[in-house]
């Protein structure tokens, strides 16, 4: 132990406790003693600490003590945090030590020595270069102390009596954060649904301080009418893992020197229908350094109650499409009213990708809004997520999860294939082999088969002796011509086969996971091809 450290102790001998109440049944335990939970000492290994020129930490050290003699644990926190030397106020984030009994881990505190009833723990406070003068104090704003059910948090005056502080010498920072790429997070469009549920605007940007690290600050929407929503924008340490967190983000690094921020902001259910801007974002960094950036380039967005402009009566059609084979285009309409100046765009998103809107809308002859939706290769089904109607001044009605709106309820599916593939003969080329070429000869099996509505998209072949053994299988994927045909190469054996005939026999699966199997005497669902079966003949030579 340091003599400071030591005298630092001796000033702390006045036990910090707090009495924990506990509950004893019967009148003969009345007088039983209640455990107590208390910092017995706790000091910064240097009173002053020079980071001008360069990364610096200080040794925390501290001793917690526990009379129940039961216990087996104990853990806690200390937070600690810098104060000016110009304002005296607590600024920038703070630091926050994990500690626990016989653990050392995750950039938390250190366990030195002792039992659950008296241990001993240590943590190198990283010392910001950066203040808003010369001079910074660090001190410990908080100690938290937990074992069992008990639980005791010592704080303010109550740490006066021990070496809880320390002075830095520190470069000036004098300027604020800066930010970078304001957008709306995940892309998405910006409409906004104010019915009877609040609104989420979430925003992703990031802040930058190279000195002294970026703290905190405010974000503020403004909207018709003067009204303006305000939301704070915050980060800490991530619970489970050495990361951090701004939001809803977990990108940034250490003290905020750089981060990604994605904050929520909730609009309120009765906020105005109308265009809202982002009016200001005010930083803060950790010495107290603040940047406004007023207006700043970041997308508008626009609220609606779906109060002057409506949409109903929603369509798909044709409903169920038939893509097995191909894309195909559907046509989504809506009856529309309330549109000033016609109808300039409709947005329609899907929860899955297999579906995407083709071009502008249109309005029929018999004035319903139109849109074409192409549906893609053997999509089975298409949820529409979100429908944005805009009119020619502006105005927006907007339906579906995406935008928590009103449910248009459409969603396009695939029409169904019920039947299982069907052959309707074979034939092999070359349909015998000398025996001396088996190993060498390439034997084309061109099956017939029925077009239906799923294509046929596989094929396993199998090689049958004269007892009913395989003898040579191959397969895999497969293509169905227009007209029926499938086409694939047999697999013979290498090394030859012996003279005699062999039977062909397979298995077609088609795009609906249905399969059906030809001439396979080993299968009790094998059907008899039509035409005959089909057979390979090795003859000698």
């Known amino acids: 132990m340091?003599?400071?450290?030591?005298?630092?102790?001796l000033r702390g001998a006045l036990t910090l406790a707090v009495m924990v109440a506990a509950t004893v049944s019967g009148a003969t335990a009345a007088h039983a003693a209640t455990p107590r939970l208390a910092l017995t000492a706790l000091a910064f290994e240097n009173s002053t600490v020079d980071v001008t020129g360069g990364y610096a930490a200080n040794k925390l050290t501290w001793t917690v003590t526990n009379t129940d003699q039961d216990a087996d644990s104990v853990h806690g926190t200390v937070t600690m945090r810098m104060r000016s030397t110009v304002t005296g106020e607590l600024v920038g984030h703070d630091w926050t030590a994990d500690y626990r009994f016989q653990e050392s881990c995750c950039?938390?505190?250190a366990y030195e020595s002792g039992t659950p009833q008296e241990s001993t723990y240590s943590f190198y406070l990283p010392v910001r270069r950066y203040a808003d003068a010369a001079t910074a104090i660090w001190e410990v704003t908080r100690v938290t102390i937990a074992s069992?059910?008990?639980?005791v948090s010592v704080s303010g005056t109550r740490l006066q009596p021990f070496g809880y502080r320390f002075t830095a010498q520190t470069l000036v920072d004098s300027s604020g954060p800066t930010v970078q790429s304001i957008g709306l997070a995940n892309s998405r469009k910006p409409y906004f649904y104010v019915g009877t549920d609040p609104a989420t605007v979430i925003y992703d940007f990031t802040v930058q301080d190279g000195e002294s690290g970026f703290w905190k600050g405010t974000i503020r929407l403004a909207g018709p009418g003067g009204a303006s929503v305000t939301a704070p924008v915050t980060w800490d340490r991530d619970e489970y893992s050495t990361g951090y967190r701004c939001g809803q983000s977990t990108s940034g690094e250490?003290?905020?020197v750089y981060m990604q921020c994605t904050v929520a902001v909730t609009l309120?259910?009765?906020a105005a229908p109308g265009n809202w801007r982002l009016a200001a974002l005010v930083l803060r960094n950790n010495a107290g350094g603040t940047a406004t950036y007023k207006n700043p380039t970041a997308p508008s967005i626009t609220t609606t109650a779906n109060s002057t402009v409506q949409a109903s009566d929603f369509t798909v059609d044709p409903n169920p499409v038939n893509n097995w084979q191909d894309a195909v285009p559907t046509e989504l309409s809506m009856a529309v009213t309330g549109a000033q100046k016609g109808v300039s765009a409709v947005y329609v998103d899907f929860v899955m990708n297999g579906c995407q809107q083709w071009g502008n809308p249109t309005t029929?002859?018999?004035?319903?809004?139109?849109?074409?939706?192409?549906?893609?290769r053997q999509t089975e089904k298409c949820e529409v997520d979100g429908i944005v109607v805009v009119d020619g001044a502006g105005n927006i009605a907007l339906y579906g999860n995406a935008y928590g709106a009103p449910d248009p309820g459409l969603t396009i599916t695939r029409v169904p294939s019920?039947?299982?593939?069907?052959?309707?003969?074979a034939t092999l080329d070359p349909s015998s082999v000398p025996a001396s070429e088996v190993g060498q000869s390439s034997v084309k099996l061109t099956i017939s088969t029925q077009v239906q509505v799923a294509p046929i998209q596989s094929l396993d072949v199998y090689l049958y002796d004269a007892d009913g053994k395989v003898v040579s299988q191959s397969g895999g994927g497969a293509s169905q011509a227009a007209d029926g045909t499938v086409t694939h190469w047999l697999y013979l054996p290498w090394d030859g086969l012996p003279v005699g005939?062999?039977?062909v026999g397979f298995v077609l699966g088609d795009a609906a996971r249905k399969t059906s199997a030809w001439n396979m005497p080993d299968r009790q669902d094998s059907q008899p091809l039509p035409g005959g079966p089909v057979v390979l003949t090795v003859t000698e030579g």
């Open 148 to 151: 069992g059910d008990l639980a």
């Open 2 to 9: 340091s003599v400071t450290f030591a005298r630092r102790v």
């Open 501 to 503: 005939s062999y039977t």
């Open 254 to 256: 250490q003290d905020g």
């Open 418 to 425: 019920v039947n299982p593939p069907v052959a309707l003969g």
């Open 364 to 376: 029929r002859v018999d004035g319903r809004v139109a849109v074409r939706v192409m549906v893609y």
């Open 268 to 270: 309120p259910a009765d």
């Open 107 to 109: 950039s938390g505190a």
